[in-house]
């Protein structure tokens, strides 16, 4: 029992973390259509600037600039390669593929300055560890539990009450229809890529964190993880990719520590845990938990 309940605590840990990177996901594909390939090397590059910064500025110093500048690169991204003013419906195709080639650059040069060393982010939480009960928990764990409701309440909180989010939910639903009533499209999508920028920046803090052993040039590749979570909730529901995020955590964490038990589906299944899910709801709703049929006008 006290096994299940630490798989259990680790995988809302996860899950909530994973969470951060989805919605990243959600948030661009409701704003714009594009399925962000390079959210891996954005989540890489937040944590290498935390990484390389927080000697001289400390780890808030670190993480808030880390946080600005990651925002940062991606509105530039979208603004500048991607011509985020740009409606044409096959645009979001095309632009999809360029994130790919984003995302060659980005890690590449992050790889290159990273190499083989493990950097240390200099968060508060260290290697402590905290006993609930029976379960004995890293610190870090539930920080990125805290931290993560938090910040994905205040992500909630912007789509249901602030000009922004009601100009993101009409953009999402009929484009043409948002930019007669006023929406700044331009604006809005720019705002959304910054935010997912942001979100990633921050989720890399916790993936880097004990007790992982720190951050590496491959960290940015369990973003890929989150992928699985957007598109289980259905790609542009906010709740589903929390719900999607969830899942995905609780079976990654549970496969890994029952790994022994499993051992007839392969040694590496928790690494493919994710998607195997994500193919079996699929089989059963093809739109996502969250995910609705969309109208056609014929």
């Known amino acids: 029992m006290t096994g299940f309940l630490d798989h259990l605590l680790n995988g809302l840990a996860l899950g909530a973390v994973y969470a951060l990177v989805a919605l990243g ?17 954005l989540l890489l590059l937040g944590g290498y600037l935390t990484a390389v910064l927080h000697d001289d500025l400390g780890f808030a110093g670190a993480l808030a600039a880390a946080l600005l500048v ?8 979208d603004r500048l390669l991607l011509r985020g003013g740009d409606r044409d419906p096959g645009a979001a195709h095309v632009q999809t593929i360029v994130t ?6 980005l890690v590449t ?11 240390t982010l ?16 890293a610190d870090s764990r539930l ?11 205040g992500v909630f909180a912007l789509f249901r009450y602030t000009a922004w989010g009601l100009s993101l939910r009409a953009a999402s639903e009929d484009l043409e229809a948002a930019a007669l009533m006023g929406v700044r499209l331009t604006r809005v999508r720019m705002l959304a890529w910054c935010l997912a920028g942001a979100l990633a920046a921050l989720a890399a803090v916790f993936l880097a964190a004990f007790p992982a052993p720190g951050l590496e040039r491959t960290t940015g590749q369990i973003a890929l ?20 995020s969830l899942l995905i955590g609780l079976t990654e964490a549970l496969v890994a520590g029952y790994q022994s038990e499993l051992h007839v589906l ?21 739109t996502g938990l969250f995910g609705g049929k969309g109208a056609v006008r014929v």
């Open 25 to 41: 996901f959600v948030v661009i594909f409701k704003a714009s259509g594009v399925l962000n390939f390079a959210h891996g090397s």
């Open 225 to 244: 993880k989150a992928f699985p979570a957007a598109i289980l909730g259905g790609m542009a529901s906010p709740p589903g990719a929390l719900a999607g």
């Open 266 to 286: 392969g040694e590496g299944f928790g690494d493919v845990a994710p998607y195997a899910v994500m193919v079996l709801v699929l089989l059963v709703r093809p």
């Open 70 to 77: 990651t925002a940062l690169v991606a509105g530039a991204m």
């Open 122 to 137: 200099g968060d508060p939480w260290g290697d402590a560890v905290t006993e609930i009960g029976p379960v004995t928990v």
């Open 109 to 119: 040069d992050l790889a290159r300055r990273i190499g083989g060393d493990l950097l």
């Open 100 to 105: 790919i080639g984003v995302d060659i650059v």
């Open 143 to 153: 920080a990125a539990i805290a931290v993560s409701a938090v910040v994905i309440g």
